[in-house]
């Protein structure tokens, strides 16, 4: 519609079809995971949503992520866990962050931060404040940052003025390269 096509995203809503989670509820605006407590059927209903980048049969590629709060709140400094972060699947030259504060994203909370897997290439993450707030001082966690499953060739950080990443206070490693990924 042309009144919504200029809007800045869509509003992502997942149902799971079991109680492991098969709709990764933890990327979308809205999930919803069955439960049954006391008898009583219903749902867990998880919010804030983060973001992933390829995936399905089709390969993703040029996208920006920049100036946003992935699992905060809009003031950057509060925790507003998800499942996920920001997810690259088989995605090819995509960017999240820049060497200019305007362009950084605040990454936390999340079960897992970022994550590259399934020949995720050519990508770069700069200048993003990971596991912490957007004051630099929040101490708010997460998963950090994963390459995994022959994800190769992708940049995190630079030498450039501005694009190192701040990565701290996370419930794992800061940064992960499994036995799969590759260089």
Do not use: C, W
Not at 57 to 73: E, K, S
Not at 147 to 166: E, F, R, S
């Amino acid at each position: 519609s042309p009144l919504t096509q200029l809007l800045p995203r869509k509003f992502k809503v997942a149902f799971s079809s079991n109680d492991r989670d098969a709709a990764i509820t933890g990327i979308h605006d809205l999930g919803f995971i069955p439960r049954i407590r006391d008898g009583v059927k219903g749902f867990e209903m998880r919010t804030g949503g983060g973001l992933s980048i390829g995936g399905g049969t089709g390969i993703t590629t040029a996208n920006l992520v920049q100036n946003n709060f992935i699992g905060t709140q809009p003031n950057g400094v509060t925790a507003l866990a998800n499942g996920g972060g920001v997810y690259f699947v088989a995605a090819l030259g995509n960017r999240v962050g820049g060497t200019t504060s305007s362009l950084r994203n605040v990454i936390a909370a999340n079960g897992m931060n970022v994550r590259l897997f399934n020949g995720a290439s050519g990508n770069v993450i700069e200048g993003n404040h990971i596991g912490i707030g957007a004051d630099g001082a929040a101490q708010l966690g997460g998963g950090g940052i994963v390459l995994d499953t022959t994800a190769h060739d992708n940049t995190i950080g630079g030498t450039a003025p501005g694009a190192a990443n701040v990565i701290a206070h996370n419930t794992s490693n800061g940064v992960t390269l499994t036995a799969a990924a590759g260089a």
